[in-house]
């Protein structure tokens, strides 16, 4: 099973680039992250051509998400039970008998700002959605864009970002506490290349100079954790023309 996320920046502009990809490497299931419009408007008849189901929870202009697979996603869930919100961040399906969890986690704008405490009560939320989801399946991957890089050697330069938005020590502690649910950082489990990110900032030259981040994961509980057999980063849809900031981020399992 080769599970992939990843955040497409606009789905209307980036349609065609999904559809390659997934031609080119053939996922069971691929989440999507600010797909950047209304669930209505969500190109599923494009994707059902390409051998694909999905499921969508959209949102004019901002955010939105969505679970593409080859079987049938099941059971969506768009909401944290007691957490109100407007935004459209989270999509939980269940796909054959896999729990799969698509997260845009909030980006927190600055440390300190109401944006920022925002982020922090999401992510309290999710610890508790996430410790029921657990309670209730065995196969569970939890994955998307989290908005935090988890230490340092996921930061192109530590130093220059210190303690800022995407690395600051609440939100680094906020995502450490979802791991001591059970959950394991499938990528960060095999040999990777130093200075291996999932985001690039358009601007400055990022990606040519390879000062990103990673901040795309794929979280997994031990039953997943012990199919997984290889994570990667593929950065190559980041070379294409017009591309998003991130590039895809990939688990495959023996399941």
Not at 70 to 81: E, G, H, N
Request: charged letters at 25%.
């Amino acid at each position: 099973m080769r599970v992939a996320t990843w955040n497409v920046n606009s789905l209307k502009v980036r349609l065609p680039h999904v559809l390659e990809w997934l031609a080119a490497h053939d996922p069971d299931v691929l989440v999507l992250q600010e797909i950047k419009q209304l669930t209505e408007a969500f190109p599923t008849d494009a994707l059902a051509e390409a051998g694909y189901q999905s499921i969508a929870s959209g949102q004019k202009t901002y955010n939105g998400v969505a679970v593409v697979a080859k079987q049938a996603p099941k059971d969506p869930v768009t909401d944290f039970p007691d957490f109100d919100d407007p935004q459209r961040r989270i999509l939980a399906t269940t796909v054959d008998d896999v729990r799969v969890i698509n997260l845009y986690v909030p980006n927190g704008s600055e440390v300190g700002s109401e944006k920022y405490a925002y982020k922090l009560a999401w992510l309290g939320a999710l610890h508790g959605f996430l410790e029921n989801e657990l309670a209730g399946h065995d196969k569970l991957v939890v994955l998307g864009d989290f908005n935090i890089a988890p230490a340092d050697e996921d930061v192109y330069d530590p130093v220059k970002w210190g303690d800022a938005i995407l690395c600051s020590p609440d939100e680094r502690a906020a995502l450490a506490k979802l791991l001591a649910l059970g959950l394991s950082d499938v990528f960060r489990r095999f040999d990777q290349a130093e200075k291996t990110y999932s985001w690039w900032d358009y601007r400055r030259a990022g990606f040519q100079r390879n000062a990103g981040l990673r901040i795309d994961l794929i979280l997994t509980s031990s039953a997943m954790t012990n199919a997984c057999r290889a994570s990667y980063v593929d950065k190559e849809p980041r070379t294409w023309e017009r591309p998003s900031d991130h590039a895809p981020v990939v688990a495959e399992f023996d399941i």
